[in-house]
């Protein structure tokens, strides 16, 4: 944290600024929300160059211990959830070749379905569906507990033996998340593609597997497979990072956990959105 | 009273025209021109009335605040210390919370090893030994496996004093160590604290200099060698205990109350 403190992010203003009551004039609401909104990006942006800068300059710190830590969280943000994730990438896969093959059928352009199933699931849905069912199960929980640890004094406890709160308890995070959503997301499109053709062939459509997987492999090119490393990893980063900011940054009362975990919840949902956007426009561009 | 009271050592703690902060609240200054050696070996007791600053003072002399105002220096090195090469110095104070302030993710020999384990880079395994012997030595072990909140208030304070000590301090705070325990337990505590300031096998036969906060002064007598006051953002150095119970200041007549013995 800002100067090892536990209390880095909570200066006076900031305080003022995001507790004391809206004002009545339009503007002055206008205003003040604009700032608690500017506040909280330039708090985000700090811990999350905070977290990096610790990531890097520690990385082989107490290995001993951090290392387990982040088995510890790529199990729970990744492997624990794989039963789920079945589920998901068999309903994802109906879900999609449901909707689309009786429009492909009726265009006659039952080809594209390798092309559409590409398009939709690694690009778009698989990442961001992905990431919201890990922020909705882990990122939740993160704030909780996060927050918890801060109102119960643990924070200071870290501090006081000269232990790097940001590297015990935010760093294995951001790795397991990372991770975690990295792999999900690759074992439910995997899934997915090939639950879609399941639900293809149930349909009766005249489509060969060979020719599915070639309209699959046609339609992806080097670049889906980076972008979808990248956006993958993004989303876990911003999810760790948002999550254990409002649990961690700022001291918390324990009434105070469950509306920083409201506040992490839909400031992670935006800006994974807005993450997506741009890799729309990479999409697009490249 | 032992013979570390009259000793003269070089100063562990140095502070000059210091003031602090309140924790939560870092714009309220709960104390002023502090000006306050503390020598090697030494046993103070600082005590005031609840929430004048005992424990926002406690913390920053551990270094998890900077000092508003002033210098304040450990061991020659000015504090606060967060990492890098002077984080050794640091290492060598210890601070024990008032309600032990465990991790409790954790079980209690976790947390006995994590300060261990995390500075010196060891498995579980490695440092089992250790904790094993601390665990004993302040009878923890039938709880060593039980997390945090499964353990009775006493007990935990306990484990954070243990936590503490892992990493062999020269230097010990403790925050309001006899708050809210039996009289059993505050016996052991009188008594381990006694024995770390007389210099305890277990930690080589080293003095260990201790500096305790406690909201009265009676149970601290023939136990501590030096007494302050923390009194309406002041901090009043008392002396020795013939020096306390002379004392015209009448936050120390009131803290003398028998009522506060236990305390």
């Not at chain 1, 890799?279 to 697009?284: C, K, N």
């Not at chain 2, 200054?29 to 009335?49: F, H, I, M, N, Q």
């Amino acid at each position: 944290m800002q100067d090892g403190t536990a209390s880095a992010f909570d200066t006076p203003q900031v305080r003022l600024l995001f507790r004391a009551p809206l004002p009545p004039s339009y503007t002055n609401f206008l205003g003040r929300k604009l700032l608690r909104f500017l506040l909280t990006v330039q708090g985000l942006g700090a811990f999350a160059l905070i977290t990096l800068g610790v990531l890097v300059s520690k990385f082989s710190v107490a290995r001993q211990v951090v290392r387990p830590l982040m088995r510890r969280e790529i199990g729970r943000a990744g492997v624990r959830l794989l039963p789920m994730f079945l589920y998901l990438s068999a309903a994802l896969g109906l879900l999609v070749i449901g909707q689309t093959v009786s429009w492909l059928t009726r265009v006659g352009a039952i080809n594209f379905l390798g092309t559409v199933m590409v398009v939709v699931v690694v690009r778009e849905l698989g990442p961001l569906l992905t990431a919201l069912v890990v922020l909705a199960r882990i990122g939740t929980a993160n704030v909780v507990e996060l927050g918890t640890a801060r109102a119960m004094g643990e924070v200071e406890a870290l501090e006081a033996l000269a232990i790097d709160p940001v590297h015990y308890l935010v760093v294995p995070r951001v790795v397991g998340m990372a991770l975690g959503i990295f792999s999900l997301t690759v074992y439910l499109i995997v899934g997915a593609l090939l639950s879609g053709y399941l639900w293809a062939f149930l349909q009766d459509v005249p489509l060969l597997p060979g020719e599915y997987f070639r309209q699959l492999a046609s339609a992806l090119g080097w670049m889906d497979f980076v972008l979808l490393g990248l956006k993958t990893v993004s989303f876990g980063f911003i999810i760790a990072i948002v999550t254990c900011y409002h649990g961690l940054a700022q001291p918390l009362r324990l009434e105070e956990v469950s509306g920083a975990t409201v506040r992490a919840v839909a400031q992670a949902l935006i800006a994974c959105v807005l993450l997506d956007a741009v890799f729309i426009i990479l999409y697009l561009v490249a | 009273m032992s013979a570390a009271c009259d000793r003269t050592n070089e100063p562990v703690i140095e502070m000059r025209a210091l003031s602090a902060a309140a924790m939560k609240n870092p714009g309220r200054v709960v104390l002023e021109e502090v000006t306050w050696s503390v020598g090697a070996g030494e046993y103070w007791v600082l005590a005031g009335p609840q929430g004048s600053g005992k424990s926002d003072f406690l913390m920053m002399t551990a270094g998890l605040a900077a000092p508003v105002d002033g210098t304040y220096r450990l061991f020659g090195e000015p504090m606060p210390i967060f990492e890098g090469e002077r984080l050794a110095t640091r290492l060598r104070l210890g601070l024990v919370f008032d309600g032990g302030q465990l991790l409790n993710h954790l079980s209690i020999a976790q947390n006995l090893a994590l300060p261990l384990r995390y500075h010196h880079n060891l498995t579980a395994a490695e440092a089992g030994e250790r904790v094993q012997a601390l665990l004993d030595l302040t009878g923890l072990a039938p709880w060593a496996d039980a997390p945090p909140g499964a353990v009775a208030r006493n007990w935990r304070k306990r484990a954070g004093l243990a936590r503490a000590l892992m990493l062999q301090p020269e230097v010990l705070l403790l925050d309001d160590p006899l708050a809210g325990l039996d009289p059993w337990h505050a016996h052991w505590w009188r008594d381990f604290l006694r024995q770390l300031a007389a210099g305890h096998r277990f930690f080589g036969g080293r003095p260990m200099t201790l500096v305790v906060t406690a909201e009265g002064l009676r149970s601290w007598k023939g136990q501590a060698c030096h007494f302050a006051l923390l009194d309406k953002k002041r901090f009043v150095v008392l002396g020795n205990w013939t020096e306390v119970e002379r004392a015209s200041h009448p936050l120390a007549r009131e803290l003398l109350a028998p009522e506060l013995a236990g305390a």
